[in-house]
C-alpha cells in the first residue's frame, strides 16, 4: 500500500490523541521471590483465571484457576509461540494476559538448545557463533516478539538468587535479585511496567507474614504506561487467600498509577525448594532413523537441500568450525535434532498441499 505525507499526519495525529491506560491489568509485571514464596499463585489470583499460564514448574499445579499449558523444552516453547502469534489467538481464547511461569526455566530451555546444538555442557565453551550468549536474545525475541506482536500482555513470574553483601560499615546483609540469564534479564528488566519481590517475613511467634514489595531496580514503575515518574506503593502484606492478596494488589498499583505510590525496600527471605517439569529425549539413535526417514520424504519432494539446509542447522559445527555430521551426533544433540524433526515435518506439510 502507497503511503504518502497525508497518511503519515494523520496517524501522528491519532498517536497523539490516544490516551494513557490506566487499567493496571493492562500493565506488565515481573514478580519474583525466593523458592515457595507464592509468586505463582499470586499472579494467577491477580488476573482471576483471565488468562494463559505457560507452566514450567509443578507450583503451576496449585493455582486451580490458571488455565495452564505446560512447557518443558525450547521445543515446546517454539511451538507455543507458533500458536499464540495467530491475531485471532486472543478472540478464540477470550483473554489476552500470558503469564510466564518462570523466566528462570525458560533461560535454562534456551541455554540447553543452544548447547544441544553446540554438542556442549558449558555456556562459555561456545565459541561460534559470534559466542553463544548473542543466541540467547535471537531465541527469546524468536519466540515472545511475536507473541507480543499478535497483541498479548505478558507477565512473568521468576525464581530469587541471594547474595550477602557487607555495607560500608561492616554490617552483613542479603541482597536479592531475579535468576535467569543475564541477556534476559536484561530485556525484561526494560519492558516490564513493575517488578515486585514476594518478601517472607517471620514474627516474634514464628508465624511467616508475605509483602509484596518493589523491587530496588530503577524500572519498578510505570515508565511505559503513564507520563509521570511513578514508583510503587508502600510495601503490601499479603493475605492467605489469594483473592484479597490480588484485590488489595490493584487496590495500590491504582493509587500508584495516579502518582501516590512510595519507595520501598526489600528485607529478609528464606529459602524452600521446588520441583520442575523436564522432558524426556527418545534416544539418539531412534531420532536420527527418523530424521533419516523424513530426509528421504523431503528429496522425493524435491526438497532434499532445503532438509539437508535444516538438519546442518540443527547439528551446528565442531571447535574448528566444521559441519557436523548426523552420524557425529551424540544424546546430547537430541532436542535440536528433535525440532529438526518438526522443522522437516512441516516442510513436507506445506509442500504436500500444493
Sequence with gaps: MALNLNDIKKRTQENKEKKVSIDPRSYS?????????????????????????LATEYGAKACLC?????VASFKDLKEMSKVLSDPKSIEELGYSTLIVDTATKVGSYIESYILSRAGKQFMDEVKKWNGAYGLVTRYFDEIFDPIKSAGWNIVWTCHATVEELT????HSYLRYEPQSNKRILDILKKEMDYVWFIDKRYDDEGKVHRFLVTDE???????NKTNKYVRMPLEIELE?????????VWTEVERAIKGFGEDNITTERKQATIGEFTE?????????????????????LGLRD????IMNKALGTDSEGVQRTLDEAIQDNAEALELCIEEMKDLIKENSTR
Excluded at 509485571?29 to 499460564?53: A, I
Excluded at 555495607?167 to 561492616?170: A, F, I, L, R, S
Excluded at 531496580?217 to 515508565?223: D, Q
Excluded at 492467605?240 to 488489595?248: L, V
Aim: net charge neutral; with cysteine.
Design 29 to 53: 509485571y515481573l514478580v519474583y521471590s525466593l523458592p515457595d514464596g507464592g509468586k505463582t499463585s499470586l499472579v494467577s489470583g491477580m488476573f482471576e483465571g483471565k488468562h494463559l499460564m
Design 66 to 70: 490458571a488455565n495452564e499449558i505446560e
Design 167 to 170: 555495607d560500608n560499615k561492616g
Design 217 to 223: 531496580c530503577k524500572t519498578s514503575f510505570g515508565k
Design 240 to 248: 492467605k487467600n489469594e483473592k484479597d492478596s490480588a484485590k488489595k
Design 280 to 300: 524426556k529425549y527418545r534416544d539418539i539413535d531412534e531420532i536420527k532413523e527418523d530424521v533419516v526417514k523424513l530426509g528421504g520424504e523431503c528429496a522425493e
Design 306 to 309: 532445503k532438509a539437508i539446509l
